[in-house]
């Protein structure tokens, strides 16, 4: 079991070289294939943070292009990360990143996100957009696409207290899918369902897919238009840009520090 | 903690006379503000068991309209109680409380309601168009909106029995957010989250509810139609009138008894 | 207590040939009623397996308009049934099931599926449409209409891997109401749940349940162009139609064997 697991570590960590030409390592994101499945390693080199910035999100944007448009040779995805935290303050497109969750929503490939460290803001609502996610111990917190998996009242509770929240509570409740007490079991646990899943045929799992995202995902309009109500209406807002500042300024612009690593007790440094 | 809890509780019984100017004791409720949060005692002197009645509704309308207008001053509303039951058979209008629901899951403030003691029928609607719920040892009873939190089997089989659900069933199904073993843990609990949730400004909390309200509220339509198509049509037929006649003889007016204490065992005196 | 259980279940497994004038026992369906409870084994005598194909559903859609034509004398429905397989891959109309299980959600009955042995693929779609469901120790697989019950993260695991999933699990989860370590206790409970519920008048029960319908069942229209769009599509493709011919030889034509009693593990003698 234990060797097993070493194995299946080891592969995840080599990025296939012979697959580069149709997945390339992106600046940040390594990619390896095999059998089916495709690890993608999120790995932003421009952040000391690994911050889901623009540099991340346009590598992404370009990878699922090219997962759009698959000849059903991957059929699973399974994006990880060591911690993956804030939303990029000076990102230019409001819109950009809720169409790129939208169209990862859309893939023709069952997508797992696999949690290891902080995961906050647009990094969770990346996360949200997988079809599944597992976690080892890590703090997630919350943004709104929350509300889908585990209802009004928790996603309330933990976007207004913009609290930290363990993975095992995280599994508890239906954030995250199972929750680990080590990184070997998460990982052996994600590639042997990513395995399994690979053996079907590429039609059913675009099928289940369409049957699922049918009853359970809220229409694209819909999504569009709160981006807009809320998220463009508040983001330029004196209060919002006052908080920002004063989070750069805190976080020395984004770095490594207490703010970053502790962030839910820290919040209230930005308001007093 | 015990020193820290016995002071919360101290501040949250006693209303502050200097806030009456904007936040009035009602007949019905006593209010107390501090700090951002605004502290709500539902205490209705016209019922010997705090009925959910149209004195309660009307003092609730127009705290509500104050709220709605309100100048960023409270950005936290906690509603308690130490009961609450049954909907007040005699009410005129069926679309009031309706509407006064609605507003409710409107406001610009988070709304979190204590619960212990009875909640049932549309005293347990108001608990769903809060935006969190915390309880103690409390015997809840669902109707319609509960849905929303626990899925379509658990509400049936809640909802169709009329069966009294404990806090601690309660908080493992999602109905309220968690279930504490004392009064005190449960206040304490609030109070802190309420002082944490009120750190934010309230555009951050106004433009949170909007997403969160956007992808998990049913619509208005939605919700007018049902109460149209539903209670409307119901209260007036003969089984239900009966059904009401049986109910106001057994609980004697609706007062302290078998029925009102344990109504999920005594519920069947209504129907042989 | 015991002693109790087993005159439920003596009443639970006798036909009573008075009542068969009203609710015959069809080729598939046995039928006993008491006190506004009608309980209806499903027994499928054409398959070796107890398969949902046409001859239940057909005997399921008289026995649906009978009820929906219902007088208010029955009040509950309990379906029950020691297994209940997969689709019936022979099936010529698409839309039938559809429409079957859609006719089911509209019953003015309380609806209770009572899930012993294993439940797959069209099956589990039965039981998701029924109001409740109750399971002693079986192992289930999910379809689409899982999501309404458990959340998308948990629907695409369970269907995209096609694992069998345990009962116990399943309540967890929310997939079922409850699990039950005996099938003594399952039935008692469900028993005595039905008998509760048959204590309301008709009117009641068709009130809560077009009230939890409107807020929780996806439109007829969408699950109607779902089953056009997804299963429609999908299943005259090759490779689908070549994983059914697969099926049927390896099951030897549906029949007792590895795949049918341990599907999530031989599943992938389909594809390879």
Chains 1, 2, 3 share one sequence.
């Not at 194995?7 to 390896?32: C, D, K, N």
């Not at 699922?64 to 698959?70: D, G, R, V």
């Not at 399974?78 to 990102?91: I, M, Q």
């Not at 369902?193 to 995902?217: M, Q, S």
Request: with cysteine.
């Amino acid at each position: 079991m234990l060797r097993f697991a070493a194995v299946l570590l080891e592969i995840w960590l080599l990025p296939l070289p012979a697959m580069a030409a149709r997945y390339p390592s992106y600046g940040t994101l390594q990619t390896t294939k095999s059998d089916g499945v495709l690890n993608v390693v999120i790995n932003n080199t421009y952040s000391t943070i690994n911050l889901f910035d623009m540099h991340v999100q346009s590598d992404l944007a370009n990878l699922i292009e090219t997962l759009q448009a698959n000849d059903t040779d991957v059929r699973v995805v399974v994006f990880s990360k060591s911690v993956l935290p804030l939303y990029d303050t000076g990102f230019p497109d409001m819109l950009f990143p809720v169409a790129l969750l939208w169209n990862i929503t859309q893939l023709p490939q069952a997508t797992i996100a696999v949690v290891e460290g902080r995961t906050r803001g647009i990094g969770n609502e990346f996360l949200m957009s997988c079809d599944m996610r597992f976690a080892s111990t890590s703090p997630l917190r919350g943004a709104m696409y929350l509300s889908r998996l585990i209802g009004r009242g928790l996603t309330f509770e933990y976007v207004l207290s913009s609290a930290d929240v363990d993975a095992r509570t995280a599994a508890r409740v239906g954030w995250v899918n199972a929750a680990f007490d080590t990184s070997r079991e998460l990982h052996q646990y994600v590639q042997a369902l990513a395995a399994r899943i690979a053996l079907f045929p590429a039609a059913g799992i675009v099928a289940t897919k369409t049957g699922i995202n049918a009853v359970t995902r809220p229409s694209r309009d819909v999504l569009v238009q709160d981006a807009q109500n809320v998220i463009a209406a508040l983001v330029p807002t004196p209060p919002v840009q006052d908080a920002f500042k004063r989070f750069l300024q805190v976080t020395r612009n984004q770095s490594i520090g207490p703010m970053e690593l502790n962030y839910g007790a820290e919040v209230r440094r930005l308001f007093n």
